[in-house]
Nanobody
């Protein structure tokens, strides 16, 4: 059974930084496909970033150059470093996992952590 638990959300002013973590049990973060998603009120869920086998990464255009996705194999944790945060980054952030990036959809989801950016 895969269990994902996000942490690190909070409130920050525009231009600030936050570091989200997703602790994974039952799934090895150095293998498989892991992603960060976000959903703001009234908006569709958006994939923010993904990492394949702990190596290959891709990002939504809206966060490229500001966000970095990575894995900490020792702690079996997925990380999202978010810099230069803007009010439009305000959303609930979720981590998700699946065995292969070419498969849809993601099979496992965390409960989410709220990120609020004020101007």
């Amino acid at each position: 059974q895969v269990h994902l638990v996000e942490s690190g959300g909070g409130s920050v002013q525009a231009g600030g930084s936050l570091r989200l973590s997703c602790a994974a049990s039952g799934h090895t973060t150095s293998r498989g496909c892991l992603g960060w998603f976000r959903q703001a009120p009234g908006k569709e869920r958006e994939r923010v970033a993904a990492i394949d086998r702990g190596v290959s990464t891709n990002y939504a255009a809206s966060v490229k150059g500001r966000f970095t996705i990575s894995t900490d194999s020792a702690k079996n944790t997925l990380i999202l470093q978010m810099n230069s945060l803007q009010p439009e980054d305000t959303a609930m952030y979720y981590c998700a996992a699946k065995d292969f990036c070419y498969l849809n959809p993601y099979d496992y989801w965390g409960q989410g952590t709220q990120v609020t950016v004020s101007s």
